[in-house]
């Protein structure tokens, strides 16, 4: 029996499931431990005198600076490979220490039509690939029931890194991660772009679901170009809910319409 592939199946199961801190296989008799001097209180008189002593930055402060130094990473990058190498190296998202690959593209980067994907799955996780496994094959025929092959598309995902157990992407990770989709999408330069499930609303800033996005026309800015956008249900959702894929049928219609 191979005991290591054993232990990364286990490490793989406990990363997903947003286990990210184990504990020792002894006991600690914490009365035991040396004892920490507790600091003496001080006055306020004694407080006000080292209030000019720098203080720690606020949650919301170590956001916008490192948003800030994503912005300056994305608006360096002229190329998606560029770009490609960036993400790779990027370290300023916790998502990327629990995931087991960075999820970024698939397809024809020079497609009229670029699709973005929702956070990636397990699969996904495990491949690298936006719509990975049965999502992604249907994902393909729905396309092809349009009339377009699999180098007629360009794929890439709204948070490159699978969040631990499939959870929703905190509002901070969002954050982090959109200067990156935003920017591939510009540097794409795609036609038309189609948003599938919960790709939407963040990209479109819309607090809707996808019932009320989905077959609603939109246009996305990238500088002085606007693209146009249309959500849609994801090929994961329609395999979970086939009565939907009348609806699903009369939105890609609307993208053929768009595409001619």
Known sequence: MDMTENLKTVLDFYAEAGIDEVIGDSPVNRFELP????PQRRSPLQ????????QKPTVNQAINTTL??????VNQCSSIDQLHKALSGFDG????KLATKTVFALGNP???LMVIDRPPSSEGDRSGMPFAGPAGQLLTKMLASIGLKEGD????????????????????????CMPFIKRHIELANPK??????EAAAPLLEKKSGINRLRGQWAQMTFGKKTIPAIPIFHPSFLMDHPASKKLAWADLLELKAALV
């Open 153 to 176: 598309f360009y794929a890439s995902s709204l948070i490159p890194w699978r969040p631990p157990g499939g959870r929703a992407p905190t509002n901070e990770e969002q954050m982090i």
């Open 110 to 112: 020079d497609a009229d």
């Open 93 to 96: 998202c916790s998502l990327k």
């Open 47 to 54: 407080r006000s005198a080292t209030s000019h002593v720098a």
């Open 192 to 197: 038309i772009i189609l948003l599938c499930g």
């Open 35 to 38: 004892a920490v001097s507790t």
């Open 68 to 73: 800030s130094d994503v912005s300056a990473l």
